[in-house]
């Protein structure tokens, strides 16, 4: 079945930098969602990409989805300490949404 | 309600008893799911209701788990004979449809621990 893939697994930032995390699908797919976990919270919906090479912003956060629409990522530019938590990708499987393991975000002040 | 609302917040539980982790979603929303997230994991599914009726329980891990949705609205994961791998948190989303095209809505989850 189609799976999601994300990299790195951990991400270490300076307050003030920036970085970027990846995510990569088995499939083609439809569309690309974003989530947001803060410690101890729950994931919280960022974003959906549709279309083909579509970008979207979030003040500090780019969005990226795949020419060939397989796969995505998020940059996040001159990283807050509001910017801690987990960020997951999530593709869908037939009617349900497959999510990868996440990108854990901490950030030296 | 405004948002997916999960009760208990935390259940601990002995081994080989049974427990339900009820869940109330968004008012109109049709798509009801379930995950299970063990730690440092993303969720995992685990169930999938349109309307009132299971859609997919693909993601069960065995009989000892069911769920329930009797009137499109509130559903109810019951797990029998529990056992200590059954330790994590139980997160419920709804949706406003089923075609996994929409943002999901997560409720605060359950935790569960199986001592």
């Known amino acids: 079945g189609q799976q999601v893939m994300q990299i790195p697994q951990y991400q270490h930032v300076q307050e003030g930098e920036d970085f970027t995390t990846y995510c990569n699908s088995s499939?083609?797919?439809?569309?690309i969602q974003w989530y947001k976990q803060r410690p101890g919270g729950h994931p919280v919906f960022l974003i959906q990409l549709v279309k083909s090479g579509e970008v979207k912003k979030q003040k500090r956060l780019t969005f990226q989805f795949g020419e060939a629409k397989k796969n995505s990522s998020l940059h996040i530019t001159a990283t807050q300490t509001t910017d801690v938590g987990t960020y997951f990708c999530a593709g869908p499987n037939d009617y349900k949404l497959s999510f990868g393991a996440g990108t854990t975000v901490t950030v030296r002040a | 309600g405004a948002g997916v609302s999960q009760t208990p917040s935390n259940k601990v539980t002995e081994k080989g008893k049974y427990v339900e982790l009820r869940c109330d979603p968004i008012?109109?929303?049709?798509?009801l799911y379930w995950y299970r997230q063990s730690l440092g994991q993303g969720p995992e599914f685990l169930i999938y209701f349109q309307g009132t009726g299971a859609a997919d329980d693909s993601g069960l891990p065995n009989d000892r788990f069911f769920a329930v949705r009797p009137e499109g609205s509130v559903s109810t994961l019951k797990i029998q004979r529990t056992e200590r791998g059954d330790s994590a948190v139980y997160l419920c989303a709804s949706s406003l449809e089923g075609s996994a095209n929409y943002g999901y809505t997560f409720g605060s989850g359950t935790r569960l621990t199986v001592v």
């Open positions: 499939t083609t797919l439809s569309n």
């Open positions: 008012s109109g929303h049709t798509a």
